[in-house]
């Protein structure tokens, strides 16, 4: 090992900056995170120390140092003056004041280097390369950034928080271990990172109370009812990727793409519940009935859904059941169809020239087929995205013309978005449905209708993306 890793507690200390530069603003302000009283020496600032100004703890002198006698007291010293030859004046004299120092780029000068931080306070991962690469160390944090939930100090917090009830009630530190580890897995660190610590210690009172003097818990179920996106993994939210490492069962139906599923806990049990018109392998009822049971055997249960779970797929319906029975869920968004296809299809929904409003509409109601409120939908300025619209695009594209829509206005359906067999065929409300059906498209789809689908022309992005892999392959 290339250094001693050690967090130190300066906290209060006086922290000397050498240098008026970018990476001079950095390290100030990091030190200021710790809590160091940071004097700065600089004869001129960049723009990047100006928020720094108002933190009392922050002093900044309009002159290098004079002298040693100026690290005097320092705990540690940072040198980042953009000159070399200056860099290691600073260095010694910062040294002849007893002063541990790090110079920027230079790490034969150092006596500590400055880790890559995650930050999650009280939570802190520190990464160090031992000099040989901080851009590697940079995209190793960047990884960590991906996967440590922003919420995860608060775990800390928590845990440090309860610990006296918990010591109080369990005793041995084996049988605490074990009961925060179930605890930690459970509802009470879900609360937590949902940011509702009221629950939160709701929960731990109720494991608590429950917990054997071994401090086993008995397992409670949850569900998450979680938005995956219209297709490509690369949409899905950190946290539906966190909820899908912890699942012990999936439900999932054929809105979900196969490689979404793949990324759920390898060992998580799967179930199709189908889902396309007239092949509904169980009926909604009966999904809700499931997930309670699953949930009752003390299972974490995934109720995965296609883009958003609020927008067009009952997720509303399926959970009324979990909060009847108090069974705990979690509802995680997800990109719904129409932001997807939106962005694919290089098609803004809004455009200061085009469209103030935008709506989504399905095609499909509770008694059928086109049970739309027509008269608030064709409107200038305004983008109409319709959701289950294929099966019946001749209808509903008759009928904006009947209700009052300009046959000319544009309009586009864009087949399988977000996907690698994305199509987008674009026409207007009078020839969509026939363009439509020639390019044979099999959906799902999402139709926008509006002057906003001009912008394709300029704004395709995705397709020449596709192109130019196919092209390439
Ligand atoms: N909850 C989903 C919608 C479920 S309704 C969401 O928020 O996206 C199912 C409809 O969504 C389909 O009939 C189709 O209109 C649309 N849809 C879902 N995925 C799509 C995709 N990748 N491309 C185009 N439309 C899609």
Redesign the pocket.
């Known amino acids: 090992m290339r250094h001693l890793p050690v967090f130190l507690d300066i906290a209060g200390k006086r922290a000397i900056v050498v240098g008026g530069g970018v990476a001079a603003a950095r390290r100030a302000e990091t030190l200021l995170r710790a809590g160091a009283a940071v004097v700065a020496f600089a004869d001129a600032y960049s723009a990047e120390f100006e928020t720094l100004r108002e933190r009392h703890a922050f002093e900044r002198v309009e002159r290098w140092p004079a002298d040693a006698s100026e690290f005097a007291g320092g705990a540690v010293c940072v040198i980042a003056t953009d000159d070399a030859a200056r860099d290691a004046r600073m260095r010694a004299a910062a040294k002849s004041a007893g002063v541990l120092v790090n110079v920027a780029n230079n790490p034969g000068l150092c006596d500590f280097v400055l880790p890559s931080i995650v930050d999650r306070d009280p939570l802190v991962v520190a990464i160090s390369t031992g000099g040989a690469s901080p851009l590697l160390g940079r995209m190793l944090r960047a990884r960590l950034e991906a996967t440590i939930p922003a919420a995860f100090g608060g775990l800390a917090d928590f845990v440090s928080r309860m610990r006296a009830r918990v010591n109080e009630r369990i005793s041995g530190p084996v049988a605490r271990r074990r009961f925060w580890e179930r605890a930690l897995e459970g509802p009470a660190a879900e609360f937590v990172l949902a940011g509702d610590g009221e629950r939160a210690e709701a929960a731990i009172a109720r494991e608590l109370a429950a917990a054997s003097d071994d401090g086993a818990i008995e397992r409670r179920g949850e569900v998450y009812l979680v938005?995956a996106g219209?297709?490509d993994p690369d949409l899905l939210t950190f946290r539906a990727l966190r909820l899908m490492q912890k699942a012990d069962v999936v439900l999932y139906d054929n809105?979900v793409d196969a490689k979404i599923v793949d990324l759920a806990r390898r060992e998580a049990e799967r179930i199709y519940v189908g889902k396309r018109r007239g092949d509904h392998v169980l009926p909604q009822e009966e999904i809700g009935d499931l997930l309670v049971r699953l949930a009752r055997e003390g299972k974490r249960v995934l109720r995965l859904?296609?883009?958003?779970?609020f927008?067009?797929?009952r997720g509303g319906e399926e959970i009324e059941k979990l909060a009847e029975n108090h069974i705990p869920f979690q509802v995680c968004p997800?990109i719904?169809?129409?932001i997807?296809?939106s962005a694919y299809a290089g098609i803004p929904l809004t455009h200061r020239d085009h469209a103030q409003s935008v709506v989504f509409v399905?095609a499909h109601g509770r008694n059928g087929p086109l049970d739309i409120d027509w008269s608030a939908l064709a409107r200038p300025g305004q983008t109409v995205a319709v959701?289950?619209?294929l099966s019946h695009i001749e209808q509903l594209m008759s009928e904006f013309e009947r209700r009052g829509a300009d046959p000319d206005t544009p309009a586009a359906i864009?087949?399988?978005?977000?996907?690698s067999n994305q199509r987008v065929v674009t026409g207007t409300v009078r020839t969509l449905a026939d363009a439509a059906r020639a390019a044979n498209l099999r959906?799902?789809?999402?139709v926008i209708v509006g002057s906003v689908v001009t912008l394709r022309g300029k704004l395709d992005w995705y397709g020449d993306a596709v192109a130019a892999r196919q092209a390439s392959t």
Do not use: E, Q, S, W
């Open positions: 938005g219209p297709g809105l859904k296609g883009g958003d779970p927008v067009f797929g997800g719904t169809a129409a997807g296809c399905t959701y289950m619209g864009v087949d399988n978005g977000t996907r959906g799902p789809t999402i």
